[in-house]
């Protein structure tokens, strides 16, 4: 098991699904560096992802990794 913690981004995971008492991030290993994203709140309900009509494509922005980051 790995254990991270969120330094930068949880207010935008936060504000985009709208959790306002908490919840908890599972990260799922799909395959070739890719992983699905699922949230918790608190009272062990599953979050779901808002829908776009028509759908929003997002990118994660990687101006603030540093040269060293693998």
């Known amino acids: 098991m790995v254990a991270f ?3 930068k981004g949880w207010k935008a995971i936060r ?3 709208g959790i ?3 919840a908890w991030v599972t990260l ?3 395959g070739v560096g890719r992983f699905d994203m699922k949230l918790t709140d608190r009272f062990h309900k599953t979050i779901n992802y808002p829908v776009f009509d028509p ?3 997002f990118l994660i922005d ?3 990794v540093q040269t ?3």
Do not use: E, P, Q
């Open 15 to 17: 504000d985009f699904y």
């Open 28 to 30: 799922i290993f799909v």
């Open 55 to 57: 759908a929003m494509h």
């Open 20 to 22: 306002s008492l908490g």
């Open 5 to 7: 913690f969120l330094t």
């Open 68 to 70: 060293t980051f693998n």
């Open 62 to 64: 990687k101006t603030n």
